[in-house]
């Protein structure tokens, strides 16, 4: 069999679309385009079923319900939606949130604006093995904390995060927790009852759907969660989120949500299979490579590999046959330290020589086979 290149190891920035999942969505967008908000007709009853069967597929993956779902244009909107709209409604005008050192942008940019209205932010840091501790959590709580915000599976090194602990100890404290699950939906069991959570977010294009599609979890009772909405107009969403649903995307969505509530335990096995295929070949063919974060408290598909004494854009630069990252941040000619492997304490030479490498559904063991023969190549002429 033929080699397809470069081959796609990035599945953290983005996952393709799954050929059941674009079926569907080829199918609503053709045969139902009606408007969901069309209460006097059968084309807005039929968008109106499609929407409502996707939202119960979404809250089945969470073990949520699905009035409890608000659907968005991604997991950066329902970070927003969360984090703004409970420090409107909590906060007002001030009020305190603890997070960690590890957030991803959709959630480091909110709180930043939370910051700028008043609001106090105290970020955890995370240990070596890029964990929070809860006992941190419980440390950082003061007496007007309103929200804990604590991703479940980090973007760059895959570390899985103590939801359920951090959950209990919010619920102890009478505080909200709210995670962002974009890259753990789909790859880890989350249950909302069970870990605590008051508010989640997801995004469909991680998890083998389209791009521009998402949803808030918002917890109805025990407690019930009030949001200040981010924009105003046609009381869609329980007028949370207006606006025309996207109603292919959500079919889709909710499809991508059902597959991956079904088949992700097998997934995980396999892609724990391969990750591991590939850090040993990595590992035994070549000195001076580190794993970056927890070898077991990962998502199964994650790689976050340090070579010493190469610079990440040297790396990708030679490794055009793979589409893989780096978490430093690059430009031509030079290369600043990863901003998360520096938060978890990985120093400066080796947070800069980093590869991130995110294996997912459709990748086979000859591609894993393929980018170790590769890397190591590339390692041992950098090196030599
Ligand atoms: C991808 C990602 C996001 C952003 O999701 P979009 O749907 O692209 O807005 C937010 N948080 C994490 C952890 C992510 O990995």
Same mark, same amino acid.
């Given at each position: 069999?033929?080699?397809?290149?470069?081959?796609?190891?990035?599945?953290?920035?983005?996952?393709?679309?799954?050929?059941?999942?674009?079926?569907?969505?080829?199918?609503?967008?053709?045969?139902?385009?009606?408007?969901?908000?069309?209460?006097?007709?059968?084309?807005?009853?039929?968008?109106?079923?499609?929407?409502?069967?996707?939202?119960?597929?979404?809250?089945?993956?969470?073990?949520?319900?699905?009035?409890?779902?608000?659907?968005?244009?991604?997991?950066?909107?329902?970070?927003?939606?969360?984090?703004?709209?409970?420090?409107?409604?909590?906060?007002?005008?001030?009020?305190?949130?603890?997070?960690?050192?590890?957030?991803?942008?959709?959630?480091?940019?909110?709180?930043?604006?939370?910051?700028?209205?008043?609001?106090?932010?105290?970020?955890?840091?995370?240990?070596?093995?890029? #964990?929070?501790?809860?006992?941190?959590?419980? =440390?950082?709580?003061?007496?007007?904390?309103?929200?804990?915000?604590?991703?479940?599976?980090?973007?760059?090194?895959?570390?899985?995060?103590?939801?359920?602990?951090?959950?209990?100890? #919010?619920?102890?404290?009478?505080?909200?927790?709210?995670?962002?699950?974009?890259?753990?939906?789909?790859?880890?069991?989350?249950?909302?009852?069970?870990?605590?959570?008051?508010?989640?977010?997801? =995004?469909?294009?991680?998890?083998?759907?389209?791009?521009?599609?998402?949803?808030?979890?918002?917890?109805?009772?025990?407690?019930?969660?009030?949001?200040?909405?981010?924009?105003?107009?046609?009381?869609?969403?329980?007028?949370?989120?207006?606006?025309?649903?996207?109603?292919?995307?959500?079919?889709?969505?909710?499809?991508?949500?059902?597959?991956?509530?079904?088949?992700?335990?097998?997934?995980?096995?396999?892609?724990?299979?391969?990750?591991?295929?590939?850090?040993?070949?990595?590992?035994?063919?070549?000195?001076?490579?580190?794993?970056?974060?927890?070898?077991?408290?990962?998502?199964?598909?994650?790689?976050?590999?340090?070579?010493?004494?190469?610079?990440?854009?040297?790396?990708?630069?030679?490794?055009?046959?793979?589409?893989?990252? =780096?978490?430093?941040?690059?430009?031509?000619?030079?290369?600043?330290? =990863?901003?998360?492997?520096?938060?978890?304490?990985?120093?400066?030479?080796?947070?800069?020589?980093?590869?991130?490498?995110?294996?997912?559904?459709?990748?086979?063991?000859?591609?894993?086979?393929?980018?170790?023969?590769?890397?190591?190549?590339?390692?041992?002429?950098?090196?030599?």
């Amino acid at each position: 069999m033929v080699l397809r290149t470069p081959v796609y190891l990035d599945h953290h920035a983005t996952t393709p679309i799954d050929p059941r999942v674009l079926e569907l969505l080829h199918r609503v967008q053709k045969d139902h385009f009606g408007n969901p908000a069309s209460a006097g007709h059968s084309f807005g009853w039929a968008a109106a079923r499609l929407v409502e069967e996707a939202r119960e597929k979404v809250a089945h993956l969470i073990a949520g319900t699905a009035r409890e779902i608000i659907f968005t244009s991604g997991a950066t909107e329902a970070d927003n939606l969360a984090l703004l709209g409970v420090a409107e409604v909590y906060g007002t005008g001030g009020g305190h949130v603890v997070t960690s050192n590890m957030e991803h942008e959709a959630v480091r940019g909110p709180l930043a604006e939370f910051a700028r209205k008043g609001g106090r932010i105290t970020p955890v840091k995370a240990g070596p093995d890029g #964990c929070v501790a809860a006992a941190d959590i419980t =440390s950082a709580i003061q007496r007007d904390t309103i929200l804990v915000s604590v991703m479940a599976a980090q973007n760059e090194i895959g570390t899985l995060q103590p939801l359920a602990r951090i959950g209990r100890i #919010c619920k102890e404290r009478g505080v909200l927790f709210h995670t962002d699950a974009a890259q753990a939906a789909g790859r880890i069991s989350l249950d909302v009852q069970r870990d605590g959570i008051d508010l989640l977010s997801l =995004s469909s294009h991680k998890i083998y759907g389209p791009k521009g599609v998402g949803a808030l979890y918002v917890r109805r009772r025990d407690p019930r969660v009030t949001l200040k909405p981010l924009m105003f107009g046609g009381g869609q969403e329980r007028d949370l989120r207006p606006g025309t649903l996207n109603v292919p995307g959500i079919a889709a969505f909710g499809e991508a949500c059902r597959l991956a509530a079904e088949e992700m335990i097998d997934e995980a096995v396999r892609l724990r299979g391969l990750r591991d295929q590939l850090w040993a070949a990595l590992d035994g063919a070549l000195d001076g490579v580190y794993l970056n974060g927890s070898s077991e408290k990962r998502l199964a598909g994650n790689l976050n590999v340090s070579f010493d004494g190469i610079r990440a854009h040297r790396l990708l630069g030679a490794l055009t046959v793979l589409a893989v990252s =780096s978490s430093s941040a690059c430009s031509s000619i030079e290369t600043r330290p =990863s901003a998360i492997l520096e938060a978890i304490g990985v120093s400066g030479e080796l947070a800069m020589a980093s590869l991130r490498i995110g294996l997912g559904r459709f990748n086979t063991a000859e591609e894993v086979d393929f980018a170790a023969d590769k890397i190591i190549e590339v390692v041992r002429n950098l090196r030599g």
